[in-house]
């Protein structure tokens, strides 16, 4: 049995400045991750960091830029986020630094709950964690969940708080878009003919436009490639499919014929935007790193066995993804020899055959509290009274699902591939309230929630980003020590000595 005035469950970014703003604060402070690595997608591949407004950014984000910075003798900001295993080594003296308490591999069992309060928490192997108040920081919202807290998952209805830019979006044509005329049919290139879908495309009939239809927005692995001189050339992995990419064939047979054939940069983001000479492979357009089969709509409710294949489903998309781009004759040969200049760092992620070791779960779970931040509040650019963090970036929402559908064409309707749902909407800066970290009080009162806050998943688009989830991370860590050294329910603490804390911490409240 450990006991501590706060623990926190997992070591992202989030949960790793709550532990060291806990323990600044006086607090005895644990911290479970329960894998190997601390700093989540920070230090797991998402190493170009969006940003949004620099004026929104403050506190521990401001000390972690600040940390980049002096780590690689250059100005602040000079480059959008570090090496994975520089942000890393950040977050491991910090850690340190701070008195916390770090444990690796331990993998939440349960908890046990008295009337409205978390007792202890188990993980496993064969820890028992109590503390006067616990710091969900994961990605999930697992422990959340298990304390049996309201949450939501997927997209909601356009009617549900009127937002514009809920529920099931329009296809559009666009950069994100699959182009016209691609069959989803294994045996037939025309369209016209139905029959065994290709692989990588959602079965099922889409939903209305504006219904809520649970989609969850594509998950992938933010590779961190290299062209230095030892750099790991894409290996062929045992299991690699050949059928499993005919999609992209036909893709690149299609931009080959209306004159599009583009870099491999249109698909991996692949500039060297990291120091060292590195890259940060995103997802961009419909056929990239993301996986848009509609298995990360399972993710966030399933079990850990499932969750691990699903995990696993992805790891092998990044990997034989990049072998195709690499190797396929059907891929053009200038995206192959432009392929073929990168590779897998070699002195990144050694533990994990130099590909990240966290799956980039871009949305899960989120809180449903008595507040509930919509895309409303983002776009009017509120700031509530009881603001703990802004934020600023655009609405970003990333493509939720590749499916296909019928076009009624002459004479007879074709069926042809769609990629649904990215958007991108630009706000103001807003504000996080604290109400959006903090559940109802009948359900639970002493839990503090980093990541998965109250919002709906438009706001949560643009909440998600890892600067963001460093200044929610760190009011959590200062709300829980507060509330432990009170003795009060997290929902009770005064969040005017919180905010007064917060600024002396160096968060920014306003702009």
Same mark, same amino acid.
């Given at each position: ?14 949960? !790793? ?10 607090? &005895? ?29 403050? %506190?521990?984000? =401001?000390? /972690? ?7 690689? *003798? ?35 069992? +349960? ?28 990605? @999930? ?6 304390? %049996? ?22 296809? /559009?044509? +666009? ?87 583009? *870099? ?43 969750? @691990?294949?699903?995990?696993?489903? &992805? ?8 072998? /195709?781009? #690499?190797?396929?004759?059907? !891929? ?19 533990? #994990? ?16 509290? @008595?507040?509930?931040?919509? @895309? ?10 009881? !603001?703990?963090?802004? %934020? ?94 009170? +003795? ?12 007064? =804390? ?10």
């Amino acid at each position: 049995m450990i006991q501590a005035d706060v623990a926190v469950f997992t070591a992202t970014a989030a949960g !790793v400045c709550a532990a060291v703003s806990a323990a600044r604060a006086g607090s &005895h402070v644990v911290l479970i991750e329960p894998g190997r690595n601390v700093g989540g997608m920070t230090s797991g591949g998402l190493g170009y960091t969006d940003v949004g407004d620099v004026r929104a950014l403050g %506190g521990m984000a =401001a000390e /972690f830029r600040a940390a980049v910075a002096e780590h690689y *003798g250059v100005p602040v900001g000079r480059y959008a986020g570090p090496e994975p295993h520089v942000a890393e080594q950040i977050f491991l003296r910090w850690l340190d630094r701070a008195g916390v308490d770090l444990v690796f591999g331990g993998e939440l069992q +349960g908890v046990e709950m008295n009337d409205a309060r978390i007792v202890s928490a188990r993980f496993s192997p064969d820890l028992t964690v109590s503390a006067d108040v616990f710091v969900d920081a994961g990605y @999930e919202g697992d422990l959340l969940a298990a304390a %049996g807290v309201a949450y939501g998952v997927g997209r909601e209805s356009r009617d549900l708080h009127g937002e514009r830019f809920a529920g099931r979006q329009e296809i /559009f044509p +666009g950069r994100h878009a699959t182009p016209p005329w691609i069959s989803p049919f294994l045996s037939d290139e025309s369209g016209r003919m139905p029959g065994p879908l290709l692989p990588q495309v959602k079965p099922g009939a889409l939903a209305e436009v504006g219904a809520g239809d649970g989609g969850i927005m594509s998950y992938g692995y933010r590779v961190c490639l290299s062209q230095a001189p030892d750099r790991i050339p894409f290996p062929r992995r045992e299991g690699y499919d050949d059928a499993h990419w005919e999609l992209g064939r036909r893709l690149f047979a299609n931009a080959a014929q209306r004159g599009e054939v583009h *870099g491999a940069g249109r698909h991996l983001g692949l500039e060297p935007n990291l120091p060292g000479g590195k890259a940060d492979g995103n997802s961009l357009g419909p056929f990239s790193l993301s996986v848009l089969d509609g298995s990360a709509w399972e993710y966030p409710d399933a079990d850990p066995v499932r969750r @691990e294949e699903i995990r696993l489903h &992805h790891l092998h998309h990044t990997q034989d993804f990049l072998w /195709f781009l #690499t190797n396929d004759p059907a !891929v053009p040969a200038s995206v192959r020899r432009e392929m073929q200049t990168w590779g897998l760092p070699a002195d990144e992620f050694s533990d #994990t055959g130099h590909l990240p070791h966290q799956l980039y779960v871009r949305e899960a779970r989120r809180m449903v509290a @008595e507040r509930i931040l919509t @895309e409303h509040d983002l776009r009017a650019g509120a700031v509530p009274a009881d !603001v703990i963090a802004l %934020g600023s970036y655009h609405l970003d929402i990333r493509e939720v699902q590749r499916t296909w559908r019928w076009v009624h064409e002459h004479p007879d309707p074709i069926a042809m591939i769609v990629t649904e749902g990215y958007l991108s909407v630009p706000v103001p800066v807003y504000g996080v309230g604290y109400s959006a970290l903090v559940p109802r009080r009948d359900e639970c009162e002493n839990l503090i929630v980093a990541v998965c806050v109250s919002a709906s998943h438009v706001a949560f688009s643009s909440i998600r980003m890892e600067p963001q989830y460093q200044m929610l991370g760190q009011a959590a860590g200062a709300a829980a020590a507060l509330a432990a050294r009170a +003795g009060r329910r997290v929902q009770d603490i005064d969040v005017s000595r919180l905010q007064e =804390a917060l600024r002396d911490a160096g968060a920014v409240l306003a702009v």
